[in-house]
């Protein structure tokens, strides 16, 4: 079973920023969308944003655009989330998502993502 692995979760203050990691040891992402979502106490799992095979085209959620950036490093098997600016709103554990279909764009629904990360704390202190 594909498990992907993520790190950089931790506590900040307001303003500050953390980058995340995805990985997985064995398989390689090369040829596969992937994406970051995340999941605040008492709220449904969030689409953060999304990159395509190769890192040229992402997208974002509204209330990320402008403060977050993902990226991709095919070579290293592992996606980041720079994080910037952080809100405390942007408490949540965050998630990295694997859609094992090989396309050209990005994927924004959860529903299609196949394999998934057991997430790492991100907490914004005010």
């Known amino acids: 079973q594909v498990q992907l692995r993520e790190s950089g979760g931790g506590s900040v203050q307001a303003g500050g920023s953390l980058r995340l990691s995805c990985v997985h040891p064995?398989?390689?992402?090369?040829?596969?969308?992937m994406g970051w979502f995340r999941q605040a106490p008492g709220k449904e799992l969030e689409f953060v944003g999304s990159?395509?095979?190769?890192?040229?085209?992402?997208d974002y959620a509204d209330s990320v655009k402008g403060r977050f950036a993902i990226s991709r490093d095919n070579a290293k098997n592992t996606m980041y989330l720079q994080m910037n600016v952080l809100k405390p709103e942007d408490t949540a554990v965050y998630y990295c998502?694997?859609?094992?279909?090989?396309?050209?764009?990005?994927?924004?629904?959860?529903?299609?993502?196949?394999?998934w990360g057991q997430g790492t704390q991100v907490t914004v202190s005010s």
């Open positions: 064995r398989i390689t992402f090369t040829n596969y969308p």
């Open positions: 998502a694997l859609d094992w279909t090989q396309k050209l764009g990005v994927t924004i629904s959860g529903d299609e993502y196949d394999y």
């Open positions: 990159i395509n095979w190769n890192g040229s085209v992402t």
